[in-house]
């Protein structure tokens, strides 16, 4: 079973959102969308994480930030407005 998170991080440096990043990054059975520069979806398939473990990483890899993870439970409505070339991956994997 895929579970879904959308983290979100109070003002975040670039470097402080590439520690996050690269925290996901080629990691199996987990994939994220970082087009905003404080949010991040993701969805895990290894049934690893939940929000408290997301939130505990998350204040290891950025302790004096706030922080906010909400797993999001399906069928979830949804609605976006920007770039084209930003959502086949919430076409493709968000929205399974």
């Known amino acids: 079973m895929r579970r879904h998170f959308i983290i979100v991080v109070n003002d975040a440096t670039a470097e402080q959102q ?9 990691r199996n059975g987990i994939g994220y969308w970082h087009w905003y520069s404080d949010m991040w979806l993701l969805i895990d398939s290894t049934n690893f994480w939940n929000a408290e473990t997301l939130r505990d990483k998350l204040n ?16 979830a409505n949804w609605a976006a407005f920007g770039n084209p070339d930003t959502f086949p991956w919430l076409h493709n994997e968000w929205s399974k």
């Open 18 to 26: 590439n520690a996050v990043t690269n925290h996901f990054t080629n």
């Open 60 to 75: 290891e890899l950025l302790p004096a930030n706030h922080k906010f993870v909400c797993e999001v439970r399906y069928p």
